[in-house]
């Protein structure tokens, strides 16, 4: 049995540059991240059963193989806390400004009338940013996993929860003026 970081070292190394050179920028690394995953993916040596790949989660096995190139560290316990899943994302908490509630707030949904609970800020920020928390969807959900699909709504929940208190509270002014 090899192992998949020797068979698959020539798309590591060619991507190792740009990964470590994106410090501070989970945007940038997830795209590097996505790019590395497709390769091995769509490769023929990915489908050789001598070739040990991450059964759970390739692409935090590949997440995993770049800390040791991370001089940083600072940067280096970012990462190990992104991979471990139990924390805040620093950027979702700045994805949603004030002023973007404030431009959007008048965006109220067609068909409001039709809903018999009063919305709340949660589900204004789900209506006003259904684009930005996608991004954020796919940056922390593993999309190859069927059993992820589920985990959306408490994706949304820690976004919604990482936004600034001015942000919650224009969400809920907002929500009361949709009400």
């Known amino acids: 049995m090899a192992s998949w970081t020797l068979v698959f070292s020539d798309v590591l ?11 501070g920028n989970s945007v940038i690394r997830a795209c590097i991240l996505k790019t590395i995953k497709d390769a091995i993916g769509s490769s023929d ?22 800390l040791d190139f991370l001089e940083d560290d600072e940067d280096r316990k970012a990462e190990e ?14 994805a949603v400004t004030v002023e973007m509630v404030r431009e959007r707030e008048n965006e109220k949904p067609e068909e409001a009338g039709k ?14 940013f259904k684009d930005e928390f996608g991004e954020y969807d796919k940056m922390h ?10 985990q959306r709504t408490k994706l949304a929940r820690a976004w919604h929860q ?18």
């Not at 190394?13 to 410090?23: E, L, R, T």
């Open 45 to 66: 040596a990915a489908q050789d059963p001598c070739v040990m790949l991450s059964e759970k989660n390739l692409r935090k096995a590949i997440h995993t193989y770049y």
């Open 81 to 94: 806390e992104i991979i471990e899943g139990g924390h805040k994302d620093r950027s979702a908490a700045d």
């Open 115 to 128: 809903y018999k609970t009063e919305f709340s800020g949660f589900d204004v920020a789900q209506k006003l």
């Open 13 to 23: 190394n060619q991507h190792k540059d740009s990964f470590v050179a994106a410090k």
């Open 162 to 179: 990482a936004m600034s208190s001015e942000v919650k509270q224009e969400l809920v002014w907002v929500a009361g003026k949709w009400n």
């Open 141 to 150: 959900r593993d999309t190859t996993d069927q059993k992820s699909m589920g």
